[in-house]
């Protein structure tokens, strides 16, 4: 091996946020070799191309081996419904599911902009693997010409039980290459979502609508690599905290969706040395709280909605309110009112503590001593204190109810408070063995994105009848692992982090829902 590559140890994390676009460089042992905080811009690549300058002030660039991008900018193109494209939907189950059309429950604004032709045709299969219909692969070529003429960019494919029997939803695409080329791009449900076909199928078309977006984004940063002479594999964190290669995020950005909170999480359970805790994120807008079992995020159990759409990804169990740093403070006629709008990033210039003329939570921080290093004490001097003790005493509440909400047990456990707002959070909260501050926390989202580990899970229906159980979930830990190997992490340190099994006791041959995750660093 050359000294060269002995001597490339350093990785590059970067994470944007709503409010501020963070990065840091870690070195092989794990220590923050420098960190940097800038102003998210409108257009994100340009935030992320000066975090980078500042980041690599006086560092060697060809030490550098990897960089990591955490990002909101796909939800928030859902959320604002901007940049998506136009998606063909292929539902493989009829005669099955005719009742009610893709994206029938869609609100309609998203619904109008995003589904362009569809069409149920006959095909899928049942849990246990039995074909449903066959599959009509005429029907297909008609939905083909059909997303020509409705000028669609992309297609979706999902099939009944398909995460079980993906032979069906394979074959469509074959013949819808053929149709279209194979420059056009289809999605597949079973590379996507899990079992519940209504939900599966909604994450598949926002995957399909959110390609060009994606694209843009992952080409920015890869292009902003290489204005630096950085020379290294980049990598996009997803919702459940772990790394996917960027050539692999721009075929799947849903499930880089939920990437920015629980790169919060993982990079305070990193930057802290705790396994198992709560987590408050708080930012310039708003506050995240989430749970961390095992050093990796609790994966919420309930179907997750994106921007009204209902889907069944992997996605972190968080509550989120608007409650951060910039968060507006009003006392018109006594009656105190607390957000849930915020000055976001201009706090650094709106907030009475740096000569603006907006109260905000940051201002009653620094009144009540909890904040400091930023802003001066003397220019909240006139700030009344029974409205600095009732606002704080609210943020003492909302903090409360959040870490409450988000255990499971009666046992206290600790609480990590991350983010550049974290100064809100108090010292004692009930409930809660300690308050943690660990260093280094205001950027836990891009370290959270620096120290990643790449992944891969399983979600299939196993009849326990006709394999032994442990047979069953042996082959399910295998492919887990496999799906790990292949998103880049190294054979030899793969772990198994979660086996879930579900009895599914309305269906006959002692069928079981078997969800495996394995987890490793990179290679």
Same mark, same amino acid.
């Given at each position: ?7 490339q140890?350093?990785?590059v994390?970067?994470d ?10 870690i070195?092989?042992?794990g220590?923050v070799?420098?960190a ?7 257009e994100?690549?340009?935030?992320i191309?000066?975090?980078?300058d500042?980041?690599l002030?006086?560092?060697d ?7 990591? %991008? $955490?990002?909101?900018?796909?939800? /928030? &193109?859902?959320i604002?419904?901007?940049? #998506?494209?136009? !998606? =063909?939907?292929?539902?493989l189950?009829a005669p099955?599911?005719l009742?009610l059309?893709?994206?029938a429950?869609?609100?309609?604004d998203?619904?109008?902009?995003v589904?362009?032709?569809?069409s149920?045709i006959?095909?899928?299969h ?9 599959l ?6 008609r939905l083909?010409?059909e ?11 999902a099939?009944a039980?398909?995460?079980a ?9 074959d ?5 279209l080329?194979?420059d ?10 899990? %079992? $519940?076909?209504?939900?599966?199928? /909604? &994450? ?5 609508? #959110?390609?060009? !977006? =994606? ?7 890869q292009e902003?690599?290489a204005?630096?002479r950085l ?13 996917m290669?960027a050539g692999?995020a ?10 920015g909170p629980t ?7 990193a930057?802290?040395?705790?396994n ?5 994120d708080v930012?310039?807008t708003?506050?995240?709280?989430g ?7 609790r994966?919420s159990s309930?179907a ?7 889907t ?5 169990d968080l509550i989120s309110m $608007? ?6 403070v009003r006392?018109?006629?006594?009656? #105190? ?5 915020s000055?976001?990033?201009?706090v650094?210039t709106?907030?009475?503590c740096v000569g603006g ?8 921080s620094?009144a009540?001593?909890r ?12 700030v ?6 009732s606002?704080?005493g609210w ?8 870490s409450?909400?988000?255990k499971s ?5 600790p ?8 100064h809100?959070i108090p010292?004692?909260i009930?409930?809660v063995?300690?308050?943690?501050r660990?260093r280094?926390?205001s950027?836990?989202?891009?370290? $959270?994105?620096?120290?990643a ?17 442990e ?22 340190r793969?772990r198994?982090t979660?086996v ?7 269906v ?7 969800m495996?995750k394995?987890?490793?660093p990179?290679?």
């Amino acid at each position: 091996m050359s000294s060269a590559a002995n001597h490339q140890d350093l990785r590059v994390g970067v994470d944007v946020g709503g409010t501020n676009t963070d990065a840091v460089v870690i070195d092989a042992a794990g220590e923050v070799l420098a960190a940097v905080k800038v102003v998210t811009t409108p257009e994100p690549i340009d935030g992320i191309r000066a975090a980078l300058d500042e980041v690599l002030v006086g560092l060697d660039h060809a030490r550098v081996s990897k960089a990591m %991008l $955490g990002t909101t900018h796909s939800a /928030n &193109a859902i959320i604002q419904r901007r940049g #998506l494209d136009r !998606v =063909a939907v292929l539902r493989l189950a009829a005669p099955s599911s005719l009742g009610l059309r893709p994206g029938a429950a869609w609100p309609d604004d998203i619904h109008a902009e995003v589904v362009g032709a569809t069409s149920i045709i006959g095909g899928g299969h049942e849990y246990n693997g039995r074909e449903i219909a066959a599959l009509d692969t005429e029907a297909v070529r008609r939905l083909a010409a059909e997303a020509i003429r409705a000028e669609c960019r992309s297609v979706a494919v999902a099939g009944a039980f398909s995460p079980a029997t993906s032979e069906h939803e394979l074959r469509a695409r074959d013949v819808l290459v053929e149709e279209l080329g194979a420059d056009f791009p289809v999605s597949l449900s079973h590379e996507i979502g899990s %079992l $519940g076909l209504l939900e599966r199928e /909604n &994450a598949t078309i926002l995957n399909a609508a #959110l390609l060009s !977006v =994606a694209t843009s984004v992952i080409s920015g940063f890869q292009e902003a690599l290489a204005e630096r002479r950085l020379d290294v594999d980049a990598y996009l964190t997803q919702n459940d905290g772990t790394l996917m290669m960027a050539g692999e995020a721009s075929r799947y950005p849903v499930l880089t969706l939920g990437s920015g909170p629980t790169n919060s999480m993982r990079g305070a359970c990193a930057l802290a040395a705790v396994n198992d805790a709560i987590v408050i994120d708080v930012g310039g807008t708003s506050a995240d709280a989430g749970i961390l079992v095992g050093g990796f995020p609790r994966q919420s159990s309930a179907a997750v909605e994106v921007g009204g759409v209902r889907t069944n990804f992997r996605m972190p169990d968080l509550i989120s309110m $608007g409650l951060g740093g910039g968060t507006i403070v009003r006392n018109g006629s006594g009656d #105190l009112r607390i957000g849930p709008d915020s000055v976001g990033y201009a706090v650094a210039t709106e907030a009475i503590c740096v000569g603006g003329g907006v109260l905000t939570l940051s201002d009653v921080s620094l009144a009540a001593g909890r904040m400091t290093g930023f802003g001066d004490p003397a220019m909240v001097k006139g700030v009344e204190g029974g409205l600095v003790r009732s606002a704080i005493g609210w943020v003492d509440e909302q903090i409360s109810i959040m870490s409450d909400r988000m255990k499971s047990t009666r046992a206290a456990l600790p609480l990590l408070a991350v983010g550049g707002g974290a100064h809100l959070i108090p010292d004692v909260i009930p409930g809660v063995s300690e308050v943690i501050r660990p260093r280094h926390q205001s950027v836990a989202n891009a370290y $959270g994105a620096g120290i990643a580990e790449a992944s891969g899970s399983v979600d299939r229906v196993y009849s326990y009848d006709s394999s032994s159980r442990e047979e069953c979930l042996d082959d399910a830990r295998e492919l887990a692992a496999n799906a790990a190997v292949r998103a880049g992490a190294d054979p030899d340190r793969v772990r198994i982090t979660t086996v879930t099994e579900v009895p599914m006791t309305y269906v006959p041959g002692q069928g079981c829902r078997v969800m495996v995750k394995a987890a490793g660093p990179l290679a």
